[in-house]
């Protein structure tokens, strides 16, 4: 069997895969040992992989107005189009939305293009949504975008700060390496995030801070590092700039960050006491009006007290997406130019030259958001979207959806054919998926690894850098667009890094310039900037020092009385953006079946809300329906709802409807966290779930959301009037029952063959059966009798599992809890010999924790 190392597509920590092809689009996915982001490792989404490389949805043939045609006709049409409007309209009136989750070479080809020889900047990357605070932090503390740890300082140092950073599902092999951390050296873990996530819950200090409460802490700390005398004056006077008056600024008092003076404390004595820390930030830092600012707030506690540049120390901002880094380098952001280079003149003539370009960008082009209202007003008048679903995942996507409705000419390159963004676009084309795709990635480290393709392309698809390559081709560009295959865009971009750099720059990798095709092919990861670029205390500014910025706390919005409350956005363990991919799986999509709503108690009762019926969130931007979930994880006054639901999959909770396009003012990233809401109970007058093989063509409904499940679908419908059975169930043998007592109709449909092909359940106001026995019917081997249908239970009751945890290992919190009764066991390796449970890709393994030492605590308590 052949084996093929390659690295995983979902987020940037990187883990290396080992895929053994088996057959047809088969494959078996394990984590490669050797690889040093991973070392084996693989959390659920890794895991799974192999769920999701069918062709199901697949986009294969390129499309213009919706009819396929031939690639020359697309690719005509597509090169015509932008050298017309560039004619017409001049270099900016033409953009490219890309995205992380393109290769390096793919983002390369494309930031030549449009800087190079459209001549605009307009090029930005979803990164922007993503790291871009990061980004201008790092430049402004560093003087260069050079993120200053790697993955083996977790495990170095003694104290681990996560700030804004759900790490134990959103980067959980990081997370499993700050596990080790902890349990081999005792290190210590701080979870500051206003939610009580299942990261926070195993921290040994949580800190539930106010939403946007972080550079008020972070002065607060620095400011009481200085009064215990924790300063690093050497470190100081010899590496760092101090702006004047930067120490009279400090405000010392977190209680503006919603933290009171006993827990912050805690933490002084710890960050104190530990000189070997890390910071690692992610969304809840970035994502934010103050997100540049938290950044340097965090930067500047590190500085100050020397913890950077030495192992287990430093500010570590960990990257979203696969190639969010990669997209960094080359120039993916609107900001940059190429190859960490700017827009003074000596940059832009070193680029154009390097190039051999006709033209030359000379100034930033539109940043993301800003795009879109260029898009909105008519000043783009046409735009290609690559490997981003912005019609989902931009601030007040409504208006992105008119933006995109009102342009001239939209072109779409996706793997998928029906996304919510692929919806407006006047060609399409398709690109080649992971596990085709072929080129480098480089993740939140500086590490750079291979993708390589498992499987031939399907149908037409191409490689995203061809497909730019030929466009740039038909529109006069030949000599510069002339790569014979990814290894050779590499060299190219590899020698740029060092034109004209004399060390000025630390991303400098032209020792890699003349990688042969054999050598890339056989390419193991190698870091750029080395494990620590900043080991000398030698920075990216003329004098060679960093720099401390001065950061004040965002000015508080005045209270709006209609929308009191405060929304934040993110992300579930299981599931990966707009979930084009995850999606499709049955195991990833146990989890969290609905987007929920997290709500405090309190906030639900003052507006008679309840947990688990439906609620309605509002803002002025719109409005989007949920499931709620009443938690004290929650702070009072706040709210959280996932990120991932788009039209294909629910009529209810697309998130990105409600915020507004608030940005961080030095780096354009929208603030996703923190917009003002307010929440009402839906009135509903019939509630229903549908389980069926074949996906249900759905009327319009007040609220629908359908998740894949093993066999089919699960559908969780609610609405007004009446509801159309017969245009939801397929033809067969129908079994009906109405169940007046439980006001509920139920309706089973067997195939010829006898078995599940659709099973109904509608109330008025009663309670809905349990989903599990009835969802599995679909799969089942054995043919269940009528009554047990229509009951949707089994005559005889097996075990009820209760909501799965384990997705590995299909083990739920019922057997669970029994397990630990039954067996009296104690911890997680107890449970995991048990029933298997969380010994595969441990990402349920904070969950299993926790429950855990909830069924233990009653015990412990009883015997004390
Ligand atoms: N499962 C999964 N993993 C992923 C992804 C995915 O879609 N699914 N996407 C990948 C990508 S692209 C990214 S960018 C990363 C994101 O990874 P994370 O940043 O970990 O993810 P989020 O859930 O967006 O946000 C993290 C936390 O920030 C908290 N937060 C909100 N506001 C504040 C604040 O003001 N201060 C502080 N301190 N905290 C705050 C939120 O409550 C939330 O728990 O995940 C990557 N990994
Ligand atoms: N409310 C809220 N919104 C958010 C966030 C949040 O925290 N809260 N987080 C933001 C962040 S950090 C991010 S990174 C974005 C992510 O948001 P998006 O980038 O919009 O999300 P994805 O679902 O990853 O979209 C990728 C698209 O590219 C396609 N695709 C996959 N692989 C390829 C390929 O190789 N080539 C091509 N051409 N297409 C491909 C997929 O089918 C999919 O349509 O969302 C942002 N939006
Ligand atoms: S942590 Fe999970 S999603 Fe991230 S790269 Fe590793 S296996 Fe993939
Ligand atoms: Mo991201």
Known sequence: ??????????????CGIKAEITGDREVIIKGDEEHPANFGRLCSKGTHLAETVSLEGRLLYPEIGGERVEWANALDLVAKRLADTVREHGPDSVAFYVSGQLLTEDYYVANKLMKGFIGSANIDTNSRLCMASAVAAHVRAFGEDVVPCSYDDLEAADLILLVGSNTAWCHPVIWQRIEKARSERGTKLVVIDPRRTETAECADLHLPIALDGDVVLFNALLAEMMTRGLLDEDYLRDHVDTPAGFWNRLTDDPAAAGIDRGLFDKLADLVAAHPKMVTLFSQGANQSVGGTDKGNAIINLHLATGRIGKPGMGPFSITGQPNAMGGREVGGLSSMLAAHMGFSDAECEAVQLYWNSPTIARQPGRKAVDMFR???????KAIWVMATNPAVSMPDADYVREALNRCDFVVVSDVITETDTTAYADVKLPALAWGEKDGTVTNSERLISRQRPLFAPPGEAKADWWIVQEVARRMGFDDAFSFDGPAAVFREYAAQTGFRNDGQRKLDISEWADTSDREYDDWVPKAWGGVSPFAEGKFTSSDGKARLVAVVPPASELVDRALPLRLNTGRYRDQWHTMTRTGLSPRLSQHRREALVEIHPDDAEDRSIEDGTLARIMTPQGNSIFRVQLTDAQRKGEMFVPMHWTDQMSGGGRANRLPDQTV???????????????????????RAFLVSSNRPALPALLYWTSARIAGGWLTEMASEGNIDVDGLLPDGDRLEAVDLKRGMRRIAVRDSGGRLAAALFVTRNGQLPSREWIAAQLVSDEQADAPSLLAARPKVAGPDKGAILCVCFNVGVKQIVGAIAEQSLTSLEDVGTALNAGTNCGSCRPALAKLLAETLEPKLEAAE
Request: aromatic share 6%; glycine share 10%; net charge negative.
């Open 1 to 14: 069997m052949t084996k093929i190392c390659t690295t995983c597509p979902y987020c940037g920590v990187g």
């Open 374 to 380: 260029d898009v909105h007003d008519g000043k783009i």
């Open 664 to 686: 961080d003012p030095v780096s354009g990233q929208p603030a996703y966290k923190n917009s003002s809401c307010n929440i009402a109970a839906v009135e509903l007058e019939w």
